[in-house]
T-cell receptor, first 111, second 114 residues
């Protein structure tokens, strides 16, 4: 049983479409992170959400932490081919920095 | 500032051979982590160094894996002898207190055991 369940696992859309990916758990977390990984590279931290109900925006990306701090979503508006990649959610220990990852959502945006 | 560097990028070895992966963290980062992603699975924690000391090695699969961090700088992860199920991408990450949670990842080493 995985601590973090991400959905969908794969998503292929046309340029200009909107999409949402989800990261769910039955556990409560003090914070949650979203990463993006491109082929041949390591994960790169996009955002950390801390407060229940928190919404953070990064250009066309909107991240939300659930009110109960058990889940999170990432919404991309008007997706572009450059958004193609693997999106990972993760939770970590603030004391040690150890991270637990979800399986990831592979996004392909076609021109 | 240089990022986290891993070497080699790819390694193909035969079952039973030995492979050593290297990670150079960002200079001054006390925390160094090793993670692994096997095909179809999530990225999983292997171990954590604080400077030269192993803080947590609960994720190491078995005693065929040996990690070291000489002088609190670079780290090596040796697999001896390698088995087929060791294939995957090995990531190294580093961070520095107080923002331990803000980890910077290397590009990974893709290990294939045939």
């Amino acid at each position: 049983t995985q601590l973090l369940e991400q959905s969908p696992q794969f998503l292929s859309i046309q340029e200009g479409e909107n999409l949402t990916v989800y990261c769910n758990s039955s556990s409560v977390f003090s914070s949650l992170q979203w990463y993006r990984q491109e082929p041949g590279e390591g994960p790169v931290l996009l955002v950390t959400v801390v407060t229940g109900g928190e919404v953070k925006k990064l250009k066309r990306l909107t991240f939300q932490f659930g009110d109960a701090r058990k889940d999170s979503s990432l919404h991309i508006t008007a997706a572009q081919p450059g958004d193609t990649g693997l999106y990972l959610c993760a939770v970590g220990s603030s004391n040690t920095g150890k991270l637990i990852f979800g399986q990831g959502t592979t996004l392909q945006v076609k021109p | 500032e240089a990022g986290v560097t891993q070497f080699p990028s790819h390694s193909v070895i035969e079952k039973g051979q030995t492979v050593t992966l290297r990670c150079d963290p960002i200079s001054g980062h006390d925390n160094l982590y090793w993670y692994r992603r096997v095909m179809g699975k999530e990225i999983k924690f292997l171990l954590h160094f604080v400077k030269e000391s192993k803080q947590d090695e609960s994720g190491m699969p078995n005693n065929r894996f040996l990690a070291e961090r000489t002088g609190g700088t670079y780290s090596t992860l040796k697999v001896q002898p390698a088995e087929l199920e060791d294939s995957g991408v090995y990531f190294c990450a580093s961070s520095h207190p107080p923002r331990r949670w803000k980890a910077f990842f290397g590009q990974g080493t893709r290990l294939t055991v045939v």
